[in-house]
């Protein structure tokens, strides 16, 4: 089956850029999505991207495409405390576009 | 748009009852509901595709008679957990899936999640 991997952890300081990886197995993704959750709560989403794009960018949000290497990133850009969150990967997998779910990066920001 | 509600948001219950969850898309017609459940600190794991007026489609290893679901309107679909049992105790999030010409078209917006204690 599919295999999403992300990081666990990633520890930046307000302001810092913050960059989240994620790589994946199966390559015939049409759509790629980033969820985010905060601590009890359901997931919201935050951006995704288009497979025949390398890079899409949304106010601070920047999510690039390595489709050869199946490597996806979101980058979010002078991060705040409120940004502090778990992040999800997901790419969404044939003609009803499920999405399977990387483990999560948990995101502390420090102020 | 593209809010989607599930009810209640916790329950607490008697080993061996049934519990009973309503996920709602309130704004935008959903054809198709996905039911996860999440355990503390991992990640989601899909249990079944909902369509509506046709039955649900299970992943490998979710039992179906325990978990039921139905998928009555374009706008609600209902989880039902079957003779709970402390092992069930999970987060339970649905998310909905709207008709294409929104953004990121099959884009699934989740709903707030329900958190379930069987006792």
């Not at chain 1, 999405?99 to 990066?105: C, E, H, P, Y």
């Not at chain 2, 079944?48 to 046709?54: D, I, L, Q, R, V």
Request: proline share 3%; net charge neutral; charged share 20%.
């Amino acid at each position: 089956g599919e295999d999403v991997e992300q990081s666990l952890f990633l520890s930046v300081r307000e302001g810092d850029s913050s960059v989240i990886n994620c790589t994946y197995t199966d390559s015939s993704s049409t759509y790629l999505y980033w969820y985010k959750q905060e601590p009890g709560a359901g997931l919201q989403l935050l951006t995704y991207i288009f497979s025949n794009m390398d890079m899409k960018q949304d106010q601070r949000l920047t999510v690039l495409l390595n489709k050869k290497d199946k490597h996806l990133s979101l980058r979010i850009a002078d991060t705040q405390t409120g940004d502090s969150a778990i992040y999800f990967c997901a790419p969404g997998r044939g003609a009803t576009n499920k999405l399977i779910f990387g483990t999560g990066t948990l995101l502390a920001v420090q102020p | 748009g593209a809010v989607v509600s599930q009810h209640p948001s916790w329950v607490i219950c008697k080993s061996g009852t049934s519990v009973k969850i309503e996920c709602r898309s309130l704004d935008f017609q959903a054809t198709t509901m996905f039911w996860y459940r999440q355990f503390p600190k991992q990640s989601l794991m899909l249990m079944a595709t909902s369509n509506e007026g046709s039955k649900a489609t299970y992943e490998q290893g979710v039992e179906k008679d325990k978990f039921l679901i139905n998928h009555a309107s374009l706008t609600l679909s209902t989880l039902t957990v079957t003779s709970a049992h402390p092992e069930d105790s999970s987060f339970y999030i649905c998310s909905a899936v709207g008709a294409s010409g929104r953004a990121g078209t099959d884009t699934q917006y989740f709903g707030p999640g329900t958190r379930l204690t069987v006792l």
